[in-house]
């Protein structure tokens, strides 16, 4: 399916999805400073790159639409209206972190705005989002469930299972396969046993598109009708975005393996900020006032989140159950 | 009303009983109607061995035949009730949890607290446990402690048709996820079930016998054989308390506690595999806390350390009865 360059997409929502994945951006950029400078704590997988699938999927979503994320996470929760402050002092391990400082990078979660977790098992996303587009269904007012996943990750046994079951339960439920090109440091074909995670999809009887995850426009469009055919009561779909990861799978992966210019290629000619930018129509000026907004949004969040307290030491025993 | 039902129809008595108050209360299993579009009659299983039998009947619907594919029907069992909906989901026996074991030990059980405590998960997830069936070794294990060790998990164990249906309505209400493990060798026992609904809090252990010379602490298909124990012990003299501890998380140590300081003696006993079991727990603890008291080491009683074998006899040789646990008792009182 091609789908490319300028839409009747409107300026609001343009000036929206560009704020979001410039977000994406600067705090994952923010972040790969930081943890090279030794003061983020653990570990943490970047989504710069891949901005465009998150973005695009999620502009169509409200906070009564779930998505269940990856350990790849901070991209999905940007873009579906996580707020960055709290999202960082999560990163940070500090107090008035989104999860309390008690999940950290794989596991932040905003349950009042849809988002059902990052995870750091992989393929764990999508049973969970089984069972939350069961609850869009048996509700019946057409909200849907999204669950990502990477091109090695979907081949774990959870996610096919789950296309199975959605597809017998009729689930409202799209599984988004943001194709990288790398399971960790592993090529695609040597994990993946198709090219195209479409045929995939057939043998579960479920309909699917593949676009160009770096093109914004394409991955919107995509995502549009397919979300538009689940709220209507279609069952489950795929959607395959073709991206490029920008940094390492972790931070500190030397990315050695991928081919020579290959990761300088990505942020010269893949950038699907700068194509959005190219294509959008919106104005230098506007870009450039987002921009700076965002710059000092990442800035302020970076400095909030080193100010702020450690947990308390009582916070260790809280929130295990419900009452014990 | 207070019947004799049998341990299943208790169980069915709870879910049915729950299902009537709570319209978003889901049930999913495998079978679990049975045969529904099949062509035949439908409701004709209820789950593997019958338990809930009828209630696709009653509820239409809500009681969901799944795949045969524990992974996926559980986890979205976490998810439904993550979004709102409780979910009672059956996991025929304990032994299939290795499928799907991801879902409850790093989702089910720790998203509450990784997500800053903000996560309800109000899902019940009912597996049969123990041998005595000719299960054979994928078929009849006792995995409770495994559960146990999980912190956001609840386990729960009972050993009467009462506290079967009591505690089932207690995990349908608890706002998180408990781990319901049902003693298959027990379903057909029957006893005094009151037909109105009512729910057994959790952590509290239950005294079903009363003794002053040793302390039995057991639980689950453990809790008949220790009775008899304690009937023929009674005939040589020795009076036993018999703590059937109902839920083994949270756990009612304080109870043992007191009978223990009571008694001096201490015989603790699980079907389980002899390691890191419940017997041991109880052992530690004890031991712990109220080692003064104690008048003799503590005995323990447990299965071998090996699967659970098939022939019959073998089978018979493996599951811990009523004279390992006198043996022990006559042991800790020499």
């Given at each position: ?19 979001r994945?410039?977000t ?34 999620c502009?169509?979503?409200?906070d009564?639409?779930?998505i269940?994320s990856?350990?790849?996470g901070h991209g999905h929760c940007i873009a579906k209206g996580v707020d960055v402050m709290a999202m960082?002092?999560e ?7 989104i999860c ?8 932040i979660a905003d349950l009042s705005k849809g988002m059902?977790g990052a ?206 | ?334």
């Amino acid at each position: 399916m091609q789908h490319t360059g300028k839409t009747d997409i409107s300026h609001d929502i343009l000036l929206s999805a560009y704020r979001r994945m410039k977000t994406i951006r600067t705090f994952e950029n923010r972040l790969h400073e930081d943890f090279k400078a030794g003061i983020v704590p653990g570990f943490t997988h970047l989504y710069a790159g891949q901005e465009s699938v998150a973005v695009g999927i999620c502009s169509h979503l409200t906070d009564q639409d779930q998505i269940a994320s990856t350990h790849r996470g901070h991209g999905h929760c940007i873009a579906k209206g996580v707020d960055v402050m709290a999202m960082m002092k999560e990163i940070h391990g500090r107090q008035g972190g989104i999860c309390k400082g008690k999940g950290g990078s794989m596991h932040i979660a905003d349950l009042s705005k849809g988002m059902l977790g990052a995870n750091g098992i992989l393929g764990a996303g999508a049973p969970l989002a089984c069972g939350a587009a069961l609850a869009d269904r048996l509700e019946g007012k057409g909200h849907v469930a999204v669950v990502f996943g990477g091109d090695g990750g979907v081949n774990e046994g959870a996610v096919l299972e789950s296309m199975n079951l959605a597809s017998v339960w009729k689930l409202p439920l799209m599984f988004v396969v943001e194709n990288n090109g790398y399971a960790q440091s592993t090529p695609q074909h040597r994990t993946t046993s198709v090219s195209s995670y479409e045929d995939r999809a057939r043998g579960f009887g479920m309909p699917a598109v593949t676009v160009d995850g770096l093109d914004f426009f394409a991955v919107y469009r995509a995502a549009g009708e397919l979300i538009a055919r689940m709220r209507a009561g279609g069952g489950p779909v795929l959607l395959e975005c073709r991206t490029v990861r920008f940094y390492g799978h972790f931070e500190g992966d030397t990315q050695r393996y991928r081919p020579a210019g290959d990761v300088k290629n990505a942020w010269e000619e893949r950038d699907c900020l700068r194509r959005f930018a190219q294509t959008s129509g919106l104005s230098p000026a506007e870009l450039e006032a987002v921009d700076r907004d965002v710059e000092q949004l990442v800035n302020a969040s970076v400095q909030e989140a080193l100010k702020a307290p450690h947990p308390a030491l009582n916070e260790l025993h809280d929130g295990v159950y419900v009452s014990y | 009303m207070t019947r004799h039902v049998s341990l299943k129809s208790a169980i069915n008595e709870a879910l049915d009983q729950e299902m009537a108050r709570d319209p978003k209360l889901l049930i999913f299993g495998q079978d679990t109607a049975g045969g529904v579009d099949a062509g035949g009659e439908t409701d004709t299983w209820g789950g593997v061995l019958g338990v809930t039998r009828g209630l696709y009947t009653r509820y239409g619907d809500r009681v969901i035949d799944a795949p045969p594919t524990e992974m996926a029907y559980v986890g979205a069992a976490v998810g439904a009730a993550l979004s709102g909906f409780p979910v009672v989901a059956e996991v025929p026996f304990i032994d299939f949890m290795g499928v799907c074991f991801d879902q409850l030990l790093n989702q089910a059980a720790k998203m509450r607290y990784m997500f800053g405590g903000t996560a309800e998960i109000p899902l019940v997830v009912r597996t049969m446990v123990g041998a005595g069936i000719n299960g054979a070794a994928q078929h009849s294990q006792m995995l409770t402690a495994m559960f146990t060790h999980i912190p956001g998990l609840k386990v729960v164990c009972p050993s009467t048709p009462h506290d079967a249906k009591g505690l089932m309505i207690e995990a349908i209400r608890d706002r998180g996820p408990v781990i319901f493990c049902e003693p298959k060798y027990l379903y057909e026992t029957t006893g005094p079930v009151a037909e109105a609904p009512y729910a057994i809090p959790f952590g509290q252990a239950h005294l079903a016998r009363e003794g002053h010379d040793v302390s039995i602490v057991t639980y689950g298909p453990m809790v008949p054989r220790a009775l008899e124990a304690a009937t023929q012990l009674a005939e040589t003299g020795i009076e036993a308390d018999v703590i059937d501890l109902r839920t083994l998380s949270p756990l009612d140590i304080a109870t043992v506690l007191k009978s223990v300081q009571k008694t001096g003696r201490l015989v603790a006993a699980d079907e389980a595999h002899p390691r890191c079991n419940m017997a041991t727990d109880i052992v530690a603890q004890v031991t712990r806390q109220c080692f003064t008291s104690l008048k003799a080491a503590p005995q323990m009683v447990s299965a071998p350390h090996t699967p659970v074998p098939f022939s019959p006899v073998l089978e018979k040789a493996y599951i811990p009865g009523a004279e390992q646990i006198m043996a022990a008792v006559t042991r800790i009182m020499a």
